[in-house]
T-cell receptor, first 112, second 116 residues
Framework: GPKVLQIPSHQIIDMGQMVTLNCDPVSNHLYFYWYKQILGQQMEFLVN????????KSKLFKDQFSVERPDGSYFTLKIQPTALEDSAVYFCASSLQDSDYTFGSGTRLLVI | GDSVTQTEGQVTVSESKSLIINCTYSTTSIAYPNLFWYVRYPGEGLQLLLKVITAGQKGSSRGFEATYNKETTSFHLQKASVQESDSAVYYC?????????????FGAGTKLTIKP
């Protein structure tokens, strides 16, 4: 079936630097999401995005986080500056209005 | 807020034996949430295994079943006879909306290992 691709699959970055996680959603999907999973913990909702806007964000979505999807390209999650506690696997997902999510395989981010 | 609690950690079952992974939920955002089981096979992304949106209904897929029980707020995953290919991590989850923009709350995941 259609897939959500996440690039890169792994990223190591120095604390304080900026990182951008890229997500290529299913082509006709309209809703986009980021989830975060710290090692050994649950996947948790970060943010959802529709029609160029953030619709809802959780308390995990710190001021250092931002999302965008310029001109229908990648849906990105940017963290600037990164902190040690941002180390986690970040999952992107997309959906239509009445469809189920399609998840990507995740980007494993390590902040050192 | 919403929360999902499932059988914790790791479960090991012998091939052809039965399986149950427990899941209970609580929600303050919606009276009758959508309930899901997701699965992650080794090296793959998260996939929807089954979904039930109506209380009292049963969902099934690949030999797995789960019944939406609103009285006990449970959604246990069962399979009568497991296979080695069922080895994966299983996540119980609930969704808070009917249409689009659904926010999903996940359980912690249960790693299932099938012994040949």
């Amino acid at each position: 079936g259609p897939k959500v691709l996440q690039i890169p699959s792994h990223q190591i970055i120095d604390m304080g630097q900026m990182v951008t996680l890229n997500c290529d959603p299913v082509s006709n999907h309209l809703y986009f999401y980021w989830y975060k999973q710290i090692l050994g913990q649950q996947m948790e909702f970060l943010v959802n995005f529709y029609n160029g806007k953030v619709m809802e964000k959780s308390k995990l979505f710190k001021d250092q986080f931002s999302v965008e999807r310029p001109d229908g390209s990648y849906f990105t999650l940017k963290i600037q500056p990164t902190a040690l506690e941002d180390s986690a696997v970040y999952f992107c997902a997309s959906s239509l209005q009445d469809s189920d999510y399609t998840f990507g395989s995740g980007t494993r981010l390590l902040v050192i | 807020g919403d929360s999902v609690t499932q059988t914790e950690g790791q479960v090991t079952v012998s091939e052809s034996k039965s399986l149950i992974i427990n899941c209970t939920y609580s929600t303050t955002s919606i009276a009758y949430p959508n309930l899901f089981w997701y699965v992650r096979y080794p090296g793959e992304g998260l996939q929807l295994l089954l979904k039930v949106i109506t209380a009292g209904q049963k969902g099934s897929s690949r030999g797995f079943e789960a019944t939406y029980n609103k009285e006990t707020t449970s959604f246990h995953l069962q399979k009568a006879s497991v296979q080695e290919s069922d080895s994966a991590v299983y996540y119980c989850a609930l969704g808070d909306r009917d249409y689009g923009n659904e926010k999903i709350t996940f359980g912690a995941g249960t790693k299932l290992t099938i012994k040949p």
